[in-house]
């Protein structure tokens, strides 16, 4: 089944993998399309990206001018310029182009608000999954306290930011003193597709949310190992293993009506999970 997730981040909307019939589920669903930045791409299997040139070539009949950035196996960068070039055609907006091949483990993108770091995955190619990270809101500033104590206004944005400050007055101004804390870091993991692998664990230990394909229950086993994806137990002993919040299990195979020998399977090692539907959305409280 064709694969992608759209991700909103304090402001920030982001794009996973793009299958065929995306930009269609995207209007069905209301999400707009020019509020897209960038598009992370996990593999060249065509259930991935195969309606990525067909969504950029609706934002150009848009009238986009924005950059946009790719972040993508090297190799497709060449199948875009091999379309365009074929069709003598051009993008209204300059794509910007991020190959993955050597960034596991490395911050791919990073602004004051969120960051995404790229993670090895284990398939036929050269897959990578995604960890998502809101970063931790600084401090709430105790006013009324900072008021009562004289402290200037001056310095309540060092405060905030967790800096004790030294005033004129030779008083040391402790920020833990003035502020409580702020919203904790959030993050969300995108896994798909890969064979069972512990080495993923560290890489997304004690995430919010983790999705993780689950092709297969676990009587096919020996069909997941043989085509390097996962069963729902997998799935259920990875997320479990790195402390998660919450399972999010997709990517099922086509000879499932529904999920639920997924959920069954999975349930009886990791409680919080469920099998994800079109169109679902799902908030990190």
Do not use: W
């Not at 060249?44 to 040139?53: A, I, K, Q, S, V």
């Not at 897959?127 to 009562?148: M, R």
């Not at 967790?162 to 004129?168: A, N, Q």
């Amino acid at each position: 089944m064709p694969t992608s997730q759209y991700v909103q981040c304090v402001g920030r909307h982001f794009l996973i993998d793009c299958g065929e019939g995306t930009q269609l589920q995207m209007r069905r669903f209301g999400v707009k399309f020019q509020r897209i930045d960038h598009i992370f791409i996990s593999h060249l299997h065509g259930d991935h990206y195969f309606g990525l040139f067909g969504l950029l070539s609706t934002l150009h009949l848009l009238g986009r001018e924005r950059k946009l950035t790719l972040y993508a196996p090297g190799p497709l960068e060449g199948i875009l310029e091999a379309i365009l070039k074929a069709g003598n055609g051009h993008f209204s907006f300059e794509i910007e182009f991020v190959p993955l091949d050597e960034k596991i483990g490395e911050t791919i993108f990073e602004d004051d608000k969120c960051y995404v770091k790229c993670i090895p995955l284990v398939h036929k190619i050269p897959t990578y999954g995604f960890v998502f990270y809101q970063k931790e809101k600084d401090k709430v500033l105790n006013i009324d306290k900072a008021k009562n104590d004289g402290v200037s206004t001056a310095y309540y944005t060092r405060l905030k930011k967790g800096e004790d400050v030294k005033i004129s007055d030779g008083r040391l101004l402790k920020s833990e003193d003035y502020t409580n804390p702020g919203e904790p870091q959030r993050a969300y993991a995108y896994c798909s597709d890969t064979a069972y692998s512990e080495k993923l664990v560290p890489f997304i230990k004690g995430v919010d949310v983790l999705y993780h394909e689950a092709t297969f229950i676990e009587l096919l086993a020996d069909r997941a190992k043989q085509t390097r994806h996962s069963t729902a137990r997998q799935a259920a002993e990875i997320a479990k293993r790195a402390g998660v919040g919450k399972l999010l299990m997709g990517h099922l195979s086509a000879r499932y009506d529904d999920g639920k020998k997924h959920m069954t399977e999975a349930r009886a090692v990791f409680e919080h999970c469920e099998v994800v539907e079109d169109g679902t959305t799902y908030s990190i409280p």
